[in-house]
Structures are given as C-alpha cells and as structure tokens.
C-alpha cells in the first residue's frame, strides 16, 4: 500500500479513511489532511452508532432526545425529577429544546410537570412510573448493544479510548474558545 497505510503500527486492512488520505496526499501532496485520520474515523463511528441507537430507540417509541431527558432523571435518584434548567445544562440544549423533549414524553405518559410546593414558579419533570418502566427496559438493552459494538477492544483499550475521547474534546473546546479581546 502506498503513504497511508505504511504509516499504521496495526495490522489492519486498509479502510476508507487511508483511501481518501492516500488520494489526497497522491492529488494535494502538500495538504495536511492527517486529522481525516481521527475526524473521519470519528465521524463513520458516529454515524454507524446513531443509526445503531435510532434502531434500538425506535422499537421502543421513542428517539435519542426521548432516551436523553429518560437517562438524565433517572441518574438523578428518586424521586426522579429535574427541573428544564437542569435537563438543559445536562443535556447541552436549550430550555426550549428541553420544553419540546418534555412536551413529547409527556404525551407520552413517561413523564409529568410538578410545581414545587414552596416555590411554585419552579416545575420540576418527575418521571412516571410508566417513564421509569421504559427507561429501565430501554437502558438495558442500549448499554449491552454498547458494550456488543465495543467488543472488539480489550478493557485496556476502551479505557485509553475514553481517555483520548475525553482529551479530544478538551482539545475541541480549548481551539473554539475566544480569544483574548484586542480591546
């Protein structure tokens, strides 16, 4: 194989990320195209694990947002139950994003809006039992079809992968951050 696969310390088969590398580097030769290494990677992870989840998710009726708000009250402990500020800042989306998940499961009959009974401009989403019969259901099988995609790594593997994972969008974050103002 030419430039892209003589630089890989595995033995892997040359896969559709060294092609498109080895095609840049045969057509642009001085184009730094080396994070295609990581990004398209990443990306053909991501998309091969969403439509993974978006089939999971579907058997259940529900979709990716749905299982987000579901996850986030249950991890937070009985009663089960968040405000939207907190399901947003868990979640990375805005309260409004949040007000339509909620609308949606609630709907649905897995959640329901309380007022708390001494500060009644606060709502909480408590989930319902019916939301906490699902969840369970649902986090069962999405954490072994998890763990069924990552079988293919030994347990120090996806340890160093979270780690570098995490460390990437450290990275991320810290290149989008502003920059000192020039004022």
């Given at each position: 194989?030419?430039?892209?696969?003589?630089?890989?310390?595995?033995?892997?088969?040359?896969?559709?990320?060294?092609?498109?590398?080895?095609?840049?580097?045969?057509?642009?030769?001085?184009?730094?195209?080396?994070?295609?290494?990581?990004?398209?990677?990443?990306?053909?992870?991501?998309?091969?694990?969403?439509?993974?989840?978006?089939?999971?998710?579907?058997?259940?009726?529900?979709?990716?947002?749905?299982?987000?708000?579901?996850t986030a009250l249950r991890r937070s402990g009985a009663p089960y139950r968040m405000t939207s500020r907190d399901l947003a800042e868990s979640s990375l989306?805005?309260?409004?994003?949040?007000?339509?998940?909620?609308?949606?499961?609630?709907?649905?009959?897995?959640?329901?809006?309380?007022?708390?009974?001494?500060?009644?401009?606060?709502?909480?989403?408590?989930?319902?039992?019916?939301?906490?019969?699902?969840?369970?259901?649902?986090?069962?099988?999405?954490?072994?079809?998890?763990?069924?995609?990552?079988?293919?790594?030994?347990?120090?593997?996806?340890?160093?992968?979270?780690?570098?994972?995490?460390?990437?969008?450290?990275?991320?974050?810290?290149?989008?951050?502003?920059?000192?103002?020039?004022?």
């Amino acid at each position: 194989m030419g430039r892209a696969g003589s630089g890989r310390r595995d033995q892997r088969p040359a896969d559709a990320v060294d092609q498109a590398t080895e095609q840049w580097h045969e057509t642009w030769p001085d184009l730094d195209v080396s994070p295609l290494q990581v990004f398209g990677r990443l990306h053909r992870s991501y998309v091969r694990y969403a439509a993974s989840l978006t089939d999971l998710f579907a058997r259940h009726d529900i979709n990716i947002a749905s299982f987000d708000v579901l996850t986030a009250l249950r991890r937070s402990g009985a009663p089960y139950r968040m405000t939207s500020r907190d399901l947003a800042e868990s979640s990375l989306v805005s309260t409004g994003g949040v007000t339509l998940r909620v609308d949606r499961l609630e709907a649905a009959g897995l959640v329901t809006r309380e007022r708390d009974v001494d500060d009644r401009r606060v709502v909480y989403v408590r989930l319902t039992d019916a939301g906490l019969d699902k969840i369970h259901t649902v986090a069962r099988e999405h954490f072994a079809n998890e763990a069924d995609m990552l079988a293919g790594l030994e347990a120090d593997e996806r340890t160093e992968l979270g780690s570098l994972l995490s460390r990437l969008e450290t990275s991320i974050v810290t290149a989008k951050a502003p920059g000192p103002d020039p004022a």
